[in-house]
């Protein structure tokens, strides 16, 4: 599986957009990028996922970069409930239930 | 319907000792995955069941072991315990064919003294 890399953290301003970056230079073509979110002593949580177009949800936007080398997870309206751990996981779609978390960014959503 | 329930969510084992912990998946979901959190090491995964069957084993030595049972409820098993298996061990329960969305249960915290 590709590597990722990610910023140790971040601070965004409550109701400002938060943009969390991840890198992947290696990705496959078969490989789709996934972002999870951890919030403190709770399990991680699927935000969204994308294989090259640019995805949106409920929770989040994923923007990939046309060469998929990187792309940035983007929540629109940060609250200090988005204060979490957010990482940026590259699979190919069905990887027999593993995903290799990184370390993922922390951030922080300040009032 | 209900989430991804693991038990017990706390436990204290001494050095030695082994331990259980359970995990019920989704209702439907078939695949139960295992993850072991430390400060030091983060989420590392540690095995995959499906149909019963582990199809999926992380780099973990063979005194953590698992199991699924028909309803696709999950224990895993944790011998001759260390003060290194103090963790929070995370289970997650996908859809066949719902590529890697995985859904997390709370966890369970163990700690070893």
């Known amino acids: 599986d590709a590597k990722t890399t990610q910023p140790t953290s971040m601070d965004c301003a409550e109701g400002r957009a938060a943009n969390l970056p991840c890198n992947h230079s290696t990705i496959s073509g078969n490989e789709y990028v996934y972002w999870y979110r951890q919030i403190h002593s709770q399990g991680p949580q699927y935000i969204i996922h994308?294989?090259?177009n640019n995805e949106t949800n409920e929770m989040a936007s994923l923007i990939i970069t046309e060469d998929r080398k990187s792309s940035t997870l983007i929540l629109p309206h940060a609250t200090l409930r988005d204060t979490a751990v957010y990482y940026c996981i590259v699979s190919r779609e069905n990887q027999g239930g593993k995903l290799i978390f990184g370390q993922g960014t922390e951030l922080s959503v300040k009032p | 319907k209900a989430g991804v329930t693991q038990t017990p969510r706390y436990l204290i084992k001494t050095r030695g000792q082994q331990v259980t912990l359970s995990c019920s998946p989704i209702?439907?979901?078939?695949?139960v995955s295992w993850y072991q959190q430390t400060p030091g090491q983060g989420l590392q995964f540690l095995f995959e069941y499906f149909s019963e069957t582990q199809r999926n084993k992380g780099n973990f030595p063979g005194r953590f072991s698992g199991r699924q049972f028909s309803n696709s409820r999950s224990e895993m098993n944790v011998s001759t315990l260390e003060l290194g298996d103090s963790a929070l061990y995370l289970c997650a329960s996908s859809l066949i064919g719902g590529g890697n969305i995985q859904y997390f249960g709370a966890g369970t915290r163990l700690s070893v003294l």
């Open positions: 994308g294989l090259k």
């Open positions: 209702s439907g979901h078939r695949s």
